[in-house]
Nanobody, 122 residues
Framework: QVQLVESGGGSVQAGGSLRLSCAAS?????MAWFRQAPGKERGGVAAMSSDGDTVYKDSVKGRFTISQDNARTTLYLQMNSLKPEDTAMYYC???????????????????WGQGTQVTVSS
């Protein structure tokens, strides 16, 4: 099974930017970013299917961009105009197989990273 390792988290002020990375141990498609704030359920942020189609949570549209390198071994999440409510542990996830639509639903994914913390101060 592929291994996923997130990096790039940190502390920023509101309005700032961060770029998260998720390194996969092998070629991986059907990937997504999720986040979980203390006391809340883990929820989807953005997803990318095997043919590059993307889907975003409404509250991050226009601010966050999901992308992947050509080798399909690193997934990125560019986060701009960060808000305090974006504070959470961010996880990347993957689903085996070839899918032309990947939802931002945690039950769809079968492989998870350990997470990277993002803290946005006001």
């Amino acid at each position: 099974q592929v291994q996923l390792v997130e990096s790039g988290g940190g502390s920023v002020q509101a309005g700032g930017s961060l770029r998260l990375s998720c390194a996969a141990s092998a070629y991986t498609v059907n990937m997504a970013w999720f986040r979980q704030a203390p006391g809340k359920e883990r929820g989807g942020v953005a997803a990318m299917s095997s043919d590059g189609d993307t889907v975003y949570k409404d509250s991050v549209k226009g601010r966050f961009t999901i992308s992947q390198d050509n080798a399909r071994t690193t997934l990125y999440l560019q986060m701009n105009s960060l808000k305090p409510e974006d504070t959470a542990m961010y996880y990347c996830a993957a689903r085996d197989g070839t899918w032309f639509y990947c939802p931002i639903a945690k039950t769809f994914y079968d492989t998870w990273g350990q997470g990277t913390q993002v803290t946005v101060s006001s």
